[in-house]
């Protein structure tokens, strides 16, 4: 494993700035950009200047990837290969000669993330051939749970444990079904659904929806427990991370995208962590959930901590991605919280709260989209909104934190100043309002006040 990915991350970010400012546009930037949910390049500088080196290395198989005929890329790439391959040429050198004296063919394993990316692997091979003349390659993905063991052999390399790790690890962590989950079963006002009258059909499922909020209020105490932790969590330079697979994901990470603008709040405080990335949001990836281990890499590659609040979402509250995620954010200390749908589950590793909502069976056989995904929204509005409140993110019930990104949200900027103003038997006319917040990039806070001391003087 070379090691090397943030450097050749920071590489790609300079060659984007740069290509920006020659020719006003950014193929690369603009993949950088969708990858970490960014919008600006100062927020990519802000975030550059923060990032660890596990999340500043992540973002170079996704770019690589999508700009895979991009030569200036490719070259940042093998320039990087072969300074590491100078520095290890005495030790190759060494197994190449052992190789031959044995007459045995070297086998060489790729471990480490970078390798990951097909287009970093066919890189490296092609310049460590370059040096090694008859060698067999193998990639091995690495195994987040700790050193991974392999044997060598005059087949090559065999990767006898990975597949038994992670059957291991979700035997020993994943929740035991005391019954078919409520999930999978079948409403029985709903069994002849295709042959039902449409306005039967919207009945129904209305129906269904309006029992959401009740069966959610059964759990109020253990929402206001999880809300006080992730408040606490965020005053003390924590973060919220909410990890799902599927519909699950794609609403977790709509929470903490919208959180951004409605708040001011770096898209790094507040995450959505979807199984399968960026890929996800847009394509079915469902098959992605099931790996325990790329859950727990998750984890080690945003550097979870105790500052953390950590919560998993499953409507079946099974899935491996997100248990593996709770699992190693547990070991690392974070609040954990399992969100999930399905009441019939036998712990066998506990989270430190369990918010577990039987909703009763979906309309549509398995569709957890349905009144699951209304839950699960319901329930994240409520943590991220209420959070972001405690953390003085609004006065009164004003947006008085939004970034005014577009006209409807400027217009929104100076009714809230209007407001503020209403609020303190003071009066200012639209067009007044809309002038200072121009003077002020439209931040409502700051306006307010100077207008606030002005009128003192």
Known sequence: DPGSGHKIALKFIRFALNELKLKGKSKTLTSILKYLSLDSTEELIEWS????????????????DENIDDCSLLGIVEKSVARYLKDLLLLITKLEEDAKASSSLLSVALIGTLFESRVYRDIFISKLSNYISNAKFCFIKRDSCGTLEYVVDQDGIKDKNILNISRDLEAKIIPISTRLAVTESRNNKSTHLDTMQLEEIVDLMLTEENGIHKKITLFKQQLVLLIENVCEALNNGGRLLYIGAGTSGRLCVLDASECKHTFNVSSEKIQGVIAGGVHALYNPAEDAEDCILEGIAAMRVRSVNKNDVVIGVTACGKTPFVWGSLYEAKKR???????????????????????NINLGPEVLTGSTRL????????ILNMISTIAMVRNGKCVGNLMSDVIAVNDKLKERAVRILQNLYTDRNKCISFEEAKFFLEQNNYNIKLTFGKLMMKFQQ
């Open 371 to 378: 009144k699951c995904g209304s839950a699960t929204k319901i």
């Open 49 to 64: 200047l923060s990032a660890d080196i596990s999340r500043m290395s992540s973002i170079v198989n996704f770019i690589l």
């Open 333 to 355: 200390r974070a609040f954990t919280c399992l969100l999930a749908f399905n009441p019939f589950l036998e712990m066998q590793v506990y989270p430190d709260l369990v918010i």
